[in-house]
């Protein structure tokens, strides 16, 4: 028996000894933050279900980056809800459209800040679905030419990062395809490759008004019991040319972000999402839980868990406080 011999306890004895032998340590250069960005003027508008999270307007927009790059965050992801909607999306891919202003805006402010585009189409079709729709049904290889050309859309404007989130079939590569075509071989694809149909989506579909009216997303998005299947959306991606990869949401799936960063070499990102947030910041809220605590041990568990970096709603709470 190595008992007494072995004590784990004996490195546990202080904090300052505590820090020494940690295996996990959070940084501000883990963190990237979200942005709702609206039309309009003068607009910062408070979403609900998430306390301490805004949509902004282009003009007030400025304000929140310089905050962020006052912290050193790395980077935003933006996402974006425009004026009009309609069937094919096509807000999505305006040169003038809500996400490819704000790059313009962000990377003219602040040049060296990472700016990540979100490519979906939910914010911008009428009926809220992630691709085109024929009665019911969400078409999957009709919508990838659209994507695609909402991706070099978005790279025209300045995006750093194109990153699909819409779990269409193929995606990745249309999107690699058409960007290699148009000039833009040297813009890498953060492709969402695990997303689940979750229900922790819930305070993001207020904030970027992208809920579907009708049916649901499962027919795209995965079955939460899935995890091999997760490694082989992961695979193929990989195989498409994404150069990165995402999981998401991240807590309730720190085993599925664990499996990916076993089988590739890639950068791995996370994302905790909308719901884990409002959870968090509700129980902080009545007392149940010692805020602080519990958003950095949260969010420290993706990083433990095998995560490059992490897309978080409290990136700059952290920044601000506890790193």
């Not at 070099?152 to 404007?157: G, L, P």
């Amino acid at each position: 028996m190595t008992f007494p011999l072995t004590r784990s306890r004996r490195l546990r004895n202080n904090d300052t000894l505590r820090r020494l032998v940690r295996e996990t340590t959070l940084t501000i250069n883990d963190l990237i933050m979200p942005i709702f960005l609206v039309f309009g003027k003068n607009k910062v508008e408070p979403i609900s279900s998430m306390p301490g999270i805004n949509r902004y307007s282009l003009d007030r927009v400025g304000e929140h980056i310089a905050e962020l790059n006052k912290l050193n965050i790395p980077g935003v992801i933006l996402f974006g809800i425009p004026e009009h909607k309609d069937a094919q999306g096509s807000g999505a891919y305006a040169d003038d459209g809500i996400i490819q202003e704000g790059i313009k805006r962000i990377k003219d402010q602040a040049p060296d800040l990472l700016v990540i585009a979100d490519l979906c189409l939910c914010e911008y079709t009428s009926h809220g679905h992630c691709g085109m729709i024929k009665g019911d049904q969400i078409l999957n290889d009709e919508s990838l030419d659209v994507l695609a050309r909402a991706g070099v859309s978005q790279a025209k404007a300045g995006a750093d990062i194109i990153a699909p989130s819409d779990m269409m079939d193929g995606r990745v590569l249309a999107v690699r395809s058409a960007l290699d075509e148009t000039g833009f071989s040297q813009t890498p694809i953060l492709s969402y490759a695990a997303k689940y149909a979750s229900s922790f989506y819930g305070p993001f579909r207020e904030a970027a008004d992208g809920a579907p009216q009708f049916g649901d997303r499962k027919t795209y998005q995965m079955d939460p019991g899935n995890a091999r299947e997760a490694i082989k959306e992961v695979l193929q991606d990989i195989d498409e040319g994404a150069d990165m990869i995402m999981v998401k949401p991240a807590l309730p799936y720190l085993d599925i972000i664990a499996k990916t960063r076993e089988v590739t070499d890639l950068p791995v990102g996370a994302y905790n999402v909308s719901g884990e947030y409002a959870m968090i910041m509700a129980a902080a809220e009545k007392g149940w839980l010692d805020k602080d605590k519990t958003i950095l041990e949260s969010v420290t568990s993706i990083k433990r868990a095998g995560a490059d970096f992490i897309i978080t709603y409290f990136a700059e709470y952290l920044a601000k406080n506890l790193l």
